[in-house]
């Protein structure tokens, strides 16, 4: 074997260290897409193996099945972007393609023999596999990273028509004298490899910041009620609060206590209560959506933050809310208990200028407080709260008065 040959077995091992890392990828987050890239990388591994030891003389197999493992190799690598960024990979539209291609090839290597044409053929089929793929996920590319991916695939299918040609050009002409079987295997051999090296390595930064991305998402988020938990809540509040609530520069917050959740709780059973938080974090995330989101703050206390809507947009969100909630009926499982109705009482704050997220939530709380107060099941607002202490005042004047208009007339 020929001292470059060692040389060339550096394809192979990079291909292979590339499917180990995405083998590792899918033991973390089992993915079909990442098993199949790293199925890719390993068949592109035993391509580069069983062409390199053709070139020595020893002939494992003949070129036909060689170029169809190299043809599978593409067909997987095509597949498994396919599957990750559409959520499905047409099988049967990526088998006629492979079967056309080796159609051609065969064709033309059994006419014609190992020579420019042959050539042309595997690689131009390569080419068109890559460019299937491309052509399928072209508008499922939603971050940087992915538009990354896309333009270095581009860049590797290209290079799949371009390369055959530019050596062909080089070499004189697509004559029978001038194709150098060593030349021509070589450049393949530079070429694939720094593409495999560079699109490898942009393909683990974009599955490893999947991963982080969905870790991130999972610590802000509540697994019981499905919403963002406080942390997660008050992360999400803070750029909003920063940028000033947009054009409108509204930003409301309604908060949501379950009445009597802990007398249920204890009553019903801990399921129960679970149930309970489930529901409402369910009619809560149907309506968090256009400028809202929401949170579970607290055991049995929830909180939405709406942008760009007023005090009385809010308070009505909260009034369908507060009515969905009341008309459910929540079944603990008991045949002979029957589903209990539960409901839920709601304080509206709006924003002042300069105010934080703190203040704004204290506010709400307050006015969450008076809705209990006033027998719960209801909704209470910043501005009901002026008004009760007015009306606290005008009664205790009332009351004042009535005292001694009492006693100046026992006197």
């Not at 390199?52 to 003389?57: K, L």
């Not at 333009?151 to 799949?160: M, T």
Request: proline fraction near 2%.
């Amino acid at each position: 074997m020929q001292a470059e040959a060692y040389f060339q077995f550096m394809n192979p091992l990079i291909f292979l260290l590339f499917a180990a890392g995405f083998f590792c990828i899918h033991a973390i987050r089992p993915s079909r897409a990442v098993l199949l890239l790293a199925l890719s990388y390993v068949v592109g591994a035993a391509a580069f193996i069983v062409d390199i030891f053709a070139q020595a003389g020893l002939h494992l197999i003949g070129s036909i099945p060689i170029t169809a493992i190299y043809a599978g190799t593409a067909m997987l690598f095509s597949a498994a972007l396919t599957l990750h960024y559409r959520g499905h990979a047409p099988w049967r539209l990526f088998g006629s393609v492979l079967a056309a291609h080796m159609a051609v090839y065969s064709w033309c290597y059994l006419t014609f023999g190992y020579g420019w044409g042959s050539s042309l053929a595997a690689n131009f089929g390569c080419g068109v596999i890559f460019g299937l793929g491309l052509f399928l996920i072209r508008k499922h590319m939603p971050r940087k990273i992915d538009k990354a991916v896309f333009w270095l695939c581009a860049v590797g299918a290209f290079q799949c028509f371009a390369r055959p040609l530019l050596v062909a050009y080089f070499s004189g002409g697509m004559t029978a004298e001038t194709f150098d079987l060593p030349v021509f295997l070589m450049v393949l051999q530079f070429v694939v490899g720094a593409c495999a090296v560079v699109l490898g390595m942009t393909l683990l930064v974009a599955f490893s910041s999947e991963i982080v991305s969905d870790l991130e998402q999972r610590s802000a988020t509540d697994r019981l009620s499905g919403l963002l938990n406080r942390r997660g809540f008050e992360e999400a509040a803070e750029p909003i609060f920063e940028a000033g609530g947009g054009k409108d520069g509204f930003i409301t917050v309604i908060l949501v206590d379950i009445d009597h959740f802990k007398r249920l709780n204890d009553a019903k059973g801990h399921a129960f209560g679970d149930m309970v938080i489930a529901e409402m974090g369910a009619l809560l995330g149907q309506y968090a959506d256009y400028g809202r989101f929401a949170g579970r703050i607290g055991g049995e206390e929830f909180a939405m933050l709406l942008v760009g809507e007023p005090l009385d947009a809010a308070r009505d969100v909260a009034e369908a809310i507060r009515r969905d909630f009341a008309a459910l009926r929540v079944d603990n499982g008991d045949a002979d208990a029957g589903a209990y109705r539960v409901t839920a009482s709601f304080g509206v704050a709006m924003r002042q200028p300069g105010e934080a997220l703190r203040e704004l939530m204290t506010r709400a709380d307050e006015a969450l407080y008076l809705a209990k107060a006033k027998g719960r099941n209801q909704i209470a607002c910043e501005t009901d709260i002026m008004v009760h202490k007015l009306r606290t005042v005008s009664d205790g004047a009332s009351a004042e008065r009535r005292k001694f208009r009492d006693a100046a007339l026992s006197a």
